[in-house]
């Protein structure tokens, strides 16, 4: 992917992943690797990442800064719970950064809001 302009207009993608395996929610550098194999695999060009861990067996908070916008986690392994966030514009993929993600997290269940950002909207007449 180069680094040259992006249209505004991208997909948003909120998914919230429930009864994940607790040790899948808890290592931040594994958590990080996950979320760059996203990005690859959606075609997303990496700026920058950080990544926070509340400790052992808790959870961890972290995003990776993208040319396309972001992606972002939370995790709760005490509930089971992962909060991601994929922002993403330009020709990016941004289901296939989810497809990833859900593959590795193999959730009970997931919810996915898909939003369309930068679209102008036409006032009515």
């Known amino acids: 992917m180069s680094m040259g302009a992006h249209r505004p207009a991208g997909i948003h993608l909120l998914a919230d992943f429930h009864g994940v395996d607790a040790a899948l929610l808890t290592a ?3 958590i990080d690797a996950l979320l760059r194999a996203g990005a690859e695999a959606a ?3 990496i700026l ?3 990544f926070h861990s509340f400790g052992e067996a808790m959870g961890v908070t972290g995003v990776l800064l993208l040319a ?3 992606i ?3 995790t709760w392994p005490e509930y089971g719970f992962a ?3 994929i922002f ?3 020709d990016a993929q ?3 950064a989810l497809q990833v993600i859900e593959l590795a997290f193999k959730p009970v269940s997931r919810v996915v809001q898909t939003i369309e950002r930068g679209v102008a909207q036409v006032p009515a007449a």
């Open 28 to 30: 931040g550098a594994e």
């Open 43 to 45: 075609g997303a060009c």
């Open 48 to 50: 920058h990442s950080h």
């Open 68 to 70: 396309e916008s972001h």
């Open 72 to 74: 972002s986690i939370h």
């Open 83 to 85: 909060a991601a966030d």
């Open 88 to 90: 993403m514009c330009g």
């Open 94 to 96: 941004p289901q296939l």
